[in-house]
Structure formats: structure tokens, C-alpha cells
């Protein structure tokens, strides 16, 4: 299916999550994810202020993901990010709901900044340069790997790329022992609301 077209995307989104149920052919829905990646283009203009984020799912095995996907949708404190395209970073939005998890995981870890009605965490540097697994891709890189962000969270490296106006498809990767794999995929949608 061809996603060049202003709702294609969004509908071939929408399908693949259907597929996504854990009694569906999940092996082809994420295989297809990856394609839908690869087919991306490097975002232009550059994402700048509020992205509202989705999980689409985790990549990780297929005894995982559907669990994993389970817990997400009864609790999700993602609400997206927030881009600096002048400065090249970024921060996480949370819900404030997350803050007793942090502090649970990481006790020491300061939030960027903790408001009312979100938490500003997990600051990152972007870049545009091909995708560690899809070389052939120029993306937008999400980079934690420095010392503001605790250990764990600088092991994460998302990848963008953008699929419509205003729509990006994310690739989550993982380093272990010095080589990446993708744990994940999720969209970030500008909304007119936002701005």
C-alpha cells in the first residue's frame, strides 16, 4: 500500500496496529512497520516544539510484545516530545502521574523540569545522519547518551522519520554489548492545538 497520499499514512497506521493484537500475524505487522521506516523520509523542516507521541509497539519477541503492548495502553505517562530545532535537543513530555515510577526507578535522576500538568524528562541531542540499521536512511537521530540521562536511558537511541504532513514513524533501538536492535516503533503527530 502506497502511504504517499494525506490519509494513507494514517490508515496504514491503523491497520497495522490492528494487526498488532496478539492474535493477529504480528510478525508481518512488524515487518511491515520496518518497511513503512524505510520507505520514510529525513523530516523537513525539522520537528520544533510539542509532538504528541503513540506507542505503536514494542519490538522485542513476540512472547513480550504483546504483554508489553497490554501495559502500555492500561498506562502510558508518554505524552511525546518537545524539539529545539534551532538548538539541535529536545526533552521527553510526561504525564505527572509519573513521577512516583521515576523516583521508584531512578531515585537520583532530576526531571528537566516538573510542572502542574507535565514533567519535562530525559533531555536528548538530534542529528540527521543514516539509520544505524537502515543505513540507506537518512533520519532524525534522538540521542540520550550523555550525562544528564541515568545509565539505562543513554542505552536508547530513537530514529525518526516522516511518513505524512506532520506525521513521523519512530524506530526505538537498544545498544547491548555495542550493537543496536529495535525495541519498539511510535509515531509523533504536530497538532494545530498544540501550538
Known amino acids: 500500500m502506497a502511504v504517499d497520499d494525506r490519509t494513507g499514512a494514517r490508515q496504514h497506521l491503523r491497520e497495522i496496529e490492528d494487526r498488532l493484537r496478539p492474535d493477529a500475524a504480528r510478525a508481518y505487522a512488524v515487518a511491515e ?4 521506516f524505510r520507505t520514510g523520509r529525513t523530516p523537513d523542516p525539522l520537528p520544533n516544539g510539542m509532538f504528541r507521541g503513540h506507542l505503536v ?8 510484545d504483546p504483554f508489553a503492548l497490554r501495559i502500555a495502553r492500561m498506562w502510558m505517562p508518554w ?14 513530555v510526561l504525564k505527572p502521574a509519573a513521577r512516583g515510577a521515576m523516583r521508584i526507578l531512578w531515585p537520583n535522576y532530576a526531571p528537566e523540569r516538573e510542572l502542574a ?7 536528548f541531542r538530534t542529528r ?10 537518512d533520519v532524525l537521530k534522538i540521542d540520550y547518551d550523555f550525562d544528564a540521562n541515568p545509565h539505562l536511558v543513554r542505552r536508547i537511541l530513537d530514529e525518526l522519520v516522516q511518513i505524512d504532513d506532520g506525521l513521523y514513524l519512530g524506530k526505538i533501538l537498544f545498544r547491548r554489548q555495542g550493537s543496536w536492535s529495535a525495541i519498539g516503533y511510535f509515531t509523533l503527530e504536530r497538532h494545530a492545538a498544540d501550538d
Do not use: C, H, Q, Y
Request: no cysteine; aromatic share 4%.
Open 33 to 36: 512497520l520496518g518497511d513503512m
Open 57 to 64: 509497539t514494542a519490538s522485542i519477541s513476540g512472547l513480550l
Open 79 to 92: 505524552l511525546g516530545k518537545s524539539f529545539d530545532a534551532n538548538e539541535m535537543r529536545g526533552v521527553n
Open 117 to 123: 500538568d507535565r514533567i519535562e524528562a530525559f533531555p
Open 128 to 137: 540527521v545522519a543514516p539509520g544505524e540499521l537502515d543505513p540507506g536512511v
